[in-house]
């Protein structure tokens, strides 16, 4: 078992908060001018592989320091922290399925769907906002 990193993470957390920032106002522009700006599509796709990756990261940090055995994918970072009960069920199980999005897009197993892109990064931001709070409330808490 590892002793947490708070400063690490905190850091990690400063990066989360403003790649949420830089991705709302990238959701809200609607799906037609979505569709229709590259550099907004190419945007929202790296701040979705971006947030899921360093949320994986801290999942990682914190993992490490109350277990000993490690995460063995970003979906499974999200699965510990819901049975370590930081994360509910029900909110882990979102968050870990926001890995399959930033695969498909890392990895280019499929044509993107532009359209899905857009609404699940919209959908993303709600849940790693609800996300953000609980690990600062875990931080605080250890």
């Given at each position: 078992m590892l002793r947490l990193n708070k400063a690490v993470i905190f850091l990690k957390m400063k990066n989360l908060?403003?790649?949420?920032?830089?991705l709302e106002p990238l959701t809200s522009v609607g799906v037609a001018?979505?569709?229709?700006?590259?550099?907004?599509?190419?945007?929202?796709?790296?701040?979705?592989?971006?947030?899921?990756?360093?949320?994986s990261d801290i999942n990682r940090a914190i993992i490490?320091?109350?277990q000993s055995e490690p995460a063995t994918s970003y979906f499974s970072t999200f699965s510990q922290l819901g049975e370590l009960?930081?994360?509910s069920k029900k909110l882990s199980d979102r968050l870990a399925s926001t890995t399959?999005?930033?695969?498909?897009?890392?990895?280019?197993?499929?044509?993107?769907?532009?359209?899905?892109?857009?609404?699940?990064?919209?959908?993303?931001?709600?849940?790693?906002?609800?996300?953000?709070?609980?690990?600062?409330?875990?931080?605080?808490?250890?």
């Open positions: 908060a403003q790649y949420l920032g830089e001018e979505y569709q229709k700006d590259y550099v907004k599509r190419h945007a929202v796709e790296k701040l979705v592989e971006l947030i899921v990756e360093i949320a490490e320091a109350e009960k930081i994360l399959g999005l930033r695969n498909r897009l890392v990895h280019h197993y499929e044509d993107i769907e532009h359209k899905i892109v857009y609404l699940s990064a919209g959908k993303m931001l709600k849940d790693y906002h609800k996300y953000f709070q609980l690990i600062e409330k875990y931080l605080q808490a250890h």
